[in-house]
């Protein structure tokens, strides 16, 4: 575990070759074992593959997602924010789950957020995503995890990159 943590860098540049689906499908199984509060599982994931549909995500914001339009595969994790107050926290960990099993499968990949984040001076980014596919309005979209063969390579950690001193024993 800790050398795939080590390993794992958010990377944005993505060969120009399709996930196979034994891969969409392990990413979906690990997406559907994460924890939720009290197993409310207020998660909905959409597997977007279409290459069209992804350059349109890829224009959610005005900055850190136009990466996506050469991905070939993204993951929009939503969540039914009216079912609990902690679909925030629902959503964010099955995005990390997501993006490890990324990792163990040899594939690279990024988060984007779209929580709290704009389009353009009137929309929100993610009123934007939920018009583009159609997502019922009561979900929230927390973010978008872009998915693909690793195209850029990145140092992986090191032991010295671990910042000790936020570690605090029995008091801070
Ligand atoms: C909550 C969260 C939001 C992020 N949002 C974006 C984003 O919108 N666009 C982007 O390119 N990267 C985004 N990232 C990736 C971070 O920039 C990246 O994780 C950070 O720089 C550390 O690099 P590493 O992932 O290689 O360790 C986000 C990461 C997290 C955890």
């Known amino acids: 575990m800790i050398d795939l943590l080590m390993k794992r860098r958010s990377i944005r540049k993505y060969k120009d070759m399709k996930v ?92 984007i957020q779209i929580r709290g984040r704009m389009h353009d001076e009137s929309k929100s980014a993610e009123n934007y995503i939920k018009e583009l596919l159609e997502i019922p309005e009561n979900y929230s979209v927390e973010c978008m995890i872009s998915i693909g063969y690793k195209d850029e390579e990145k140092k992986p950690y090191t032991e010295e990159d671990s910042k000790y001193e936020k570690i605090h024993r029995e008091k801070f």
């Open 20 to 111: 196979p689906k034994e891969k969409v499908d392990s990413l979906i199984k690990a997406a559907l074992l994460s924890p939720s509060g009290k197993t409310m599982t207020p998660w909905e994931f959409i597997v977007v593959e279409d290459n069209e549909t992804i350059k349109k995500l890829a224009k959610s914001k005005q900055h850190g997602s136009s990466f996506l339009a050469e991905s070939p595969l993204a993951i929009v994790v939503a969540a039914d924010s009216t079912k609990t107050d902690i679909w925030v926290e629902d959503a964010s960990i099955a995005a990390t789950i997501i993006q490890l099993e990324a990792e163990h499968l040899g594939l690279g990949s990024c988060w």
